[in-house]
C-alpha cells in the first residue's frame, strides 16, 4: 500500500507538530461518504472537517486521490446542562453521510446528547444590481431610485458552506454512542448506553424509543448498549451490542418497542481463557454490517469476529488483532486503556477487514487467503508515495531486527478509527491528531 498525498497539502491544523496539538484537535470519528468522493473527520473540539477527492488532471495521471480540505465547520460548542450540573462536551462521536440526492451533501454529525443535521453546499455566483440595496448591502433612500435595474449573477471564488438543516436535542439520557441511516432514508436511529431512538429526518422535537433496556431499579444493571446499526437493505432490521460482549438483532415489524430480540449472538466462553479482566474484554466496541447485509463484524478489546446472521452460537472467523497484550492486561487495566473503544470496518467487496492498535499500527486481515498484515501510521514513515512495511511485534526471547518488543510498545498512540474507501483500496487512519490516507500502490 502507498500513502498518495502530500502531507503539506493537508490543512496546517490537522497535521500540527506533536508539540502544538492540543486535546481539541484529537480527531473522533472518520467517514466516507458513499461514493468516496469525501472524507469527514470530527474532532474532539467539535470541529468537522472534510475533504474533497482531487479530480484526475491529463498530464499528471497518478495524482488522482489526494484528498484536500473541502469545508471546515464547527459543528457542536461545549455546553452545560443546568438541571444536572453537567458538562456537555464538544466533542464528535459519531458522523454519518447521507446518500447525495441533489448538488448538496448532508451529513449527520453527534456529541454526547445532541444530533445535528448539516447541508454542505457550493456557491460560485453572487447576484449583484439590486434596486432597494447599494453594492455593499445597505439599504438605499427610496426617494433616490429613479431607475429599475435587473439583477444579474455575476462568477465569484468558489464558497463552500455548511448550515445546519435540522437539531435533534433532548432525547437521551446518557451518552450516545452510535448514529445510523436506515435505508429507507427517511429515518434514522441514535443510541446511548439503555435507550436507542429512532428519529424521522422531518421531525426534531420527537423521536420514537425502540429499544430501553434500563431495569426498574439501577443497581439491577448488568449491562449496557455499546453500539448500534440498521441492517443496510431491510429497512426494519437493526442490531445492536453489548458490554457483555453479546450481539441483539431486532425486528421493528414485530412489536414498537423491540426490547425481545429475533436473533442473539453469543459465543460460549473458553474456561480456560477465564481471569478477573475477561468481563472488560469481551465488551464489544463496535459493530458492523458487511455490505451484504448477510454477515456482522464485531470489535472487542482483542479480537475481531465475524458472525453469519444464520448462526447465533458462534461467530464463523475470530481474528487475533493483538494478542500479545494478553499478558499485559493488568497494567492496561491500571493505565485505562483496556476501556479504549476501537473501531471496526469492510473494505468496498467485504473481503478485507481492518481495525486499529496500539503504537499507531492498524491491521489487516484477508477473510479469502486468511492473512494478515500489520502496518503503522507515523510520521517517519509516511512520506508521499512511501511503501508501508510489515510490522511485527516479537513477545520474549530473541527479537529480531525489524521486530518491536511488546514492553517498547506506546499505548498513548492509539487507532480507534479508521475508514475505507466505499469501492477503492483506499483507506483513513486517524492517530491521534493526525490523518492518513493510503492507498493502493497503483503501477
Known amino acids: 500500500m502507498e500513502e498518495d498525498i502530500d502531507t503539506r497539502k493537508i490543512n496546517n491544523s490537522f497535521l500540527r507538530d506533536h508539540s502544538y496539538a492540543t486535546e481539541a484537535d484529537i480527531i473522533s470519528t472518520v467517514e466516507?461518504?458513499?461514493?468516496?468522493?469525501?472524507?469527514?473527520?470530527?474532532?474532539?473540539?467539535?470541529?468537522v472537517v472534510i475533504f474533497q477527492r482531487e479530480q484526475e488532471s491529463k498530464n499528471q495521471p497518478h495524482?488522482?486521490?489526494?484528498?484536500?480540505?473541502?469545508?471546515?465547520f464547527q459543528s457542536h460548542e461545549p455546553e452545560f446542562d443546568y438541571l444536572k450540573s453537567l458538562e456537555i462536551e464538544e466533542k464528535?462521536?459519531?458522523?454519518?453521510?447521507?446518500?447525495?440526492?441533489?448538488?448538496?451533501?448532508?451529513?449527520?454529525?453527534?456529541?454526547?446528547k445532541t444530533v445535528k443535521l448539516w447541508k454542505?453546499?457550493?456557491?460560485?455566483?453572487?447576484?449583484?444590481?439590486?434596486?432597494?440595496?447599494?453594492?455593499?448591502?445597505?439599504?438605499?433612500?427610496?426617494?433616490?431610485?429613479?431607475?429599475?435595474?435587473?439583477?444579474?449573477?455575476?462568477?465569484?471564488?468558489?464558497?463552500?458552506?455548511?448550515?445546519?438543516?435540522?437539531?435533534?436535542?433532548?432525547?437521551?439520557?446518557?451518552?450516545?454512542?452510535?448514529?445510523?441511516?436506515?435505508?429507507?432514508?427517511?429515518?434514522?436511529?441514535?443510541?446511548d448506553d439503555l435507550r436507542i431512538n429512532l428519529w424521522n429526518f422531518e421531525i426534531t422535537n420527537q423521536s420514537f424509543n425502540i429499544v430501553d433496556i434500563k431495569p426498574a431499579n439501577m443497581e439491577e444493571l448488568t449491562e449496557v448498549i455499546t453500539a448500534a446499526e440498521f441492517h443496510p437493505h431491510h429497512c426494519n432490521t437493526f442490531v445492536y451490542s453489548s458490554s457483555k460482549g453479546t450481539i441483539r438483532l431486532c425486528d421493528m415489524r414485530m412489536s414498537a418497542l423491540c426490547d425481545r430480540h429475533s436473533k442473539f449472538f453469543e459465543e460460549p466462553e473458553d474456561p480456560s481463557n477465564r481471569s478477573f479482566f475477561s468481563e472488560i474484554i469481551s465488551s464489544i466496541s463496535d459493530v458492523k454490517f458487511s455490505h451484504t447485509g448477510r454477515y456482522i463484524m464485531t470489535r472487542d478489546y482483542l479480537t475481531v469476529k465475524v458472525w453469519d446472521l444464520n448462526m447465533e452460537n458462534r461467530p464463523i472467523e475470530t481474528y487475533q488483532v493483538h494478542d500479545y497484550l494478553r499478558s499485559k492486561l493488568c497494567s492496561l487495566y491500571e493505565n485505562d486503556c483496556i476501556f479504549d473503544k476501537f473501531e471496526c470496518v469492510w473494505n468496498g467487496s467485504d473481503s478485507v477487514i481492518m481495525t486499529g492498535s496500539y503504537n499507531n499500527f492498524f491491521r489487516m486481515f484477508d477473510r479469502n487467503t486468511k492473512r494478515d498484515v500489520t502496518l503503522e501510521a507515523s510520521r517517519e514513515n509516511s512520506k508521499p508515495r512511501a511503501i508501508l512495511k510489515p510490522r511485527k511485534v516479537c513477545v520474549g526471547g530473541k527479537r529480531r531486527k525489524d521486530e518491536i518488543s511488546v514492553d517498547s510498545l506506546d499505548f498513548s498512540k492509539k487507532i480507534l478509527h479508521t475508514a475505507w474507501h466505499p469501492s477503492e483500496n483506499i483507506i483513513a487512519v486517524a492517530a491521534t491528531n493526525n490523518l492518513y490516507i493510503f492507498q493502493d500502490k497503483v503501477n
Open 63 to 72: 495524482r488522482r486521490g489526494e484528498y484536500n480540505v473541502y469545508s471546515t
Open 120 to 191: 454542505v453546499s457550493e456557491r460560485d455566483k453572487r447576484p449583484e444590481g439590486y434596486n432597494l440595496k447599494d453594492e455593499d448591502g445597505r439599504l438605499r433612500d427610496p426617494s433616490t431610485i429613479t431607475t429599475l435595474r435587473v439583477p444579474v449573477l455575476r462568477p465569484m471564488d468558489l464558497m463552500v458552506e455548511a448550515t445546519p438543516r435540522r437539531v435533534f436535542a433532548n432525547a437521551h439520557t446518557y451518552h450516545i454512542n452510535s448514529i445510523s441511516v436506515n435505508s429507507d432514508y427517511e429515518t434514522y436511529m441514535s443510541a
Open 92 to 112: 464528535i462521536n459519531k458522523i454519518r453521510w447521507l446518500p447525495q440526492q441533489n448538488a448538496a451533501y448532508f451529513l449527520l454529525s453527534t456529541n454526547d
Open 32 to 47: 466516507f461518504n458513499h461514493t468516496g468522493e469525501l472524507l469527514a473527520t470530527g474532532d474532539k473540539g467539535g470541529r
